[in-house]
């Protein structure tokens, strides 16, 4: 969020600095991910149903969807929070938008490839989700129906035709939904494509430089201090995934924001190659090839912080793929070196894109869940739109930093 929204900043005339805790050389909670441009995810992740089967897998560290028993009241009023947005017609209300960002989105990562030279393999083949029961198929099945009311193509398929389409893979499968709109790109190529991009136009890089908290009068922010001294500016963006909500917390604004961590393993020689991303739904385990590997990510740790491997959490990965991909064992994914990363969610599932009412000059690009790489762009390019003259081509109101208060 942060590089996107300096490079468009820039292209408009700005100066920019970018203040990083990490070095150049940092890790971030994009890096490892399945790379999935995704218009077919417009339901945000508080979506119908998925609550009562987030319940039943909480009691099983090896389950999709995890959270580390432990006293948090902030977790706990995120899980309130959460509750509260996952109902029908507030996801629903949510689809034209979240349409609309991942199709420009995805356009804009289009022409990037093209100035680019494709520096971060961005390949559109589509995406197919799988099922190994026909209710799960058919429950995607209405999913693809509201996606084709939404103007974007989805067909279901049943086995015979998922093996017509990925014949070069073994799939033990009911069938499944193809989402030809979607793309992937290979995240740390986009992430260093993005930086030099950056860097060419005169945006200035502050390393190693931890944010302290901000100085400020009633209605503006003066400079932020760091590590490495005060950072003055006209205005100020937080875009600091996870952690956003508590640079901004000291200023008595809320920002409900919880670390979902994801895992991922990356196979240099799978014994069989798909054509495209594999979406495991039932499972939540995605499957894309990248130059040559296949990298199987997945699950989502509520309320865990810091990068440590929680290894239930990565045999769940394996032993779901396993069940899908017949031809793999379980040998080829030993030796592999297991990478997490902390995905910053909302309690609705929306991200927050915005000014701050509280501040005229603070902003914030946060809360994208897993579809923070997806939607990067065309949240640099609203930002942008935000600072140069406060009019965004979007009605951002679902997206108000301070909808929770």
């Keep these: 969020m942060g590089l996107a929204s300096a490079d468009e900043l820039l292209a408009r005339g700005h100066r920019v600095t970018i203040v990083?805790?990490?070095?150049?050389d940092h890790d971030c909670c994009s890096l490892g991910n399945a790379g999935y441009i995704s218009p077919s995810h417009f339901l945000p992740l508080a979506a119908p149903g998925l609550l009562g089967q987030a319940l039943r897998w909480m009691g099983n560290p090896e389950s999709p969807f995890y959270v580390p028993p432990r006293p948090d009241p902030a977790l706990a009023g995120w899980m309130w929070r959460f509750w509260l947005a996952s109902s029908p017609a507030r996801a629903h209300a949510a689809g034209p938008l979240m349409r609309d960002?991942?199709?420009?989105?995805?356009?804009?990562?289009?022409?990037?490839?093209?100035?680019?030279?494709?520096?971060?393999?961005?390949?559109?083949?589509?995406?197919?989700?799988?099922?190994?029961?026909?209710?799960?198929?058919?429950?995607?099945?209405?999913?693809?129906?509201?996606?084709?009311?939404?103007?974007?193509?989805?067909?279901?398929?049943?086995?015979?035709?998922?093996?017509?389409l990925e014949p070069g893979v073994s799939l033990d499968v009911a069938g499944g939904v193809f989402y030809p709109l979607d793309a992937h790109v290979t995240p740390d190529r986009f992430h260093a494509a993005l930086t030099r991009r950056v860097a060419e136009k005169g945006g200035v890089f502050l390393w190693n430089a931890e944010s302290r908290g901000f100085t400020h009068d009633s209605r503006r922010i003066r400079a932020v201090a760091t590590t490495q001294g005060d950072i003055q500016g006209d205005e100020f963006l937080v875009a600091a995934g996870a952690y956003s909500s508590a640079l901004v917390a000291p200023l008595g604004?809320?920002?409900?924001?919880?670390?979902?961590?994801?895992?991922?393993?990356?196979m240099p020689k799978p014994p069989e190659m798909p054509t495209r991303p594999l979406l495991l739904q039932e499972v939540r385990v995605a499957i894309t090839p990248m130059n040559g590997s296949l990298r199987f990510g997945g699950t989502l740790e509520l309320g865990a912080w810091g990068p440590e491997i929680n290894p239930p959490r990565i045999r769940g990965i394996v032993r779901s793929a396993l069940k899908h991909l017949t031809a793999f064992r379980e040998d080829h994914f030993q030796g592999l070196t297991a990478w997490s990363g902390l995905r910053p969610c909302s309690p609705d599932g929306l991200p927050y894109v915005g000014r701050f009412r509280r501040f005229e000059n603070l902003s914030v690009a946060a809360g994208h869940a897993m579809m923070g790489l997806s939607m990067s762009l065309i949240t640099g390019r609203v930002v942008a739109q935000i600072l140069s003259d406060g009019q965004p081509e979007y009605d951002l109101t679902l997206l108000d930093p301070d909808r929770f208060g």
């Design 101 to 164: 960002l991942n199709l420009a989105s995805r356009t804009l990562f289009e022409s990037l490839a093209a100035e680019t030279g494709d520096a971060f393999s961005l390949v559109r083949r589509g995406c197919l989700t799988l099922f190994q029961t026909q209710r799960g198929l058919d429950r995607e099945a209405v999913h693809a129906e509201r996606s084709r009311a939404l103007g974007m193509d989805a067909q279901v398929l049943d086995a015979k035709a998922v093996a017509a």
């Design 20 to 24: 990083e805790r990490g070095g150049p």
């Design 253 to 266: 604004i809320g920002l409900p924001l919880q670390p979902g961590k994801g895992y991922s393993l990356t």
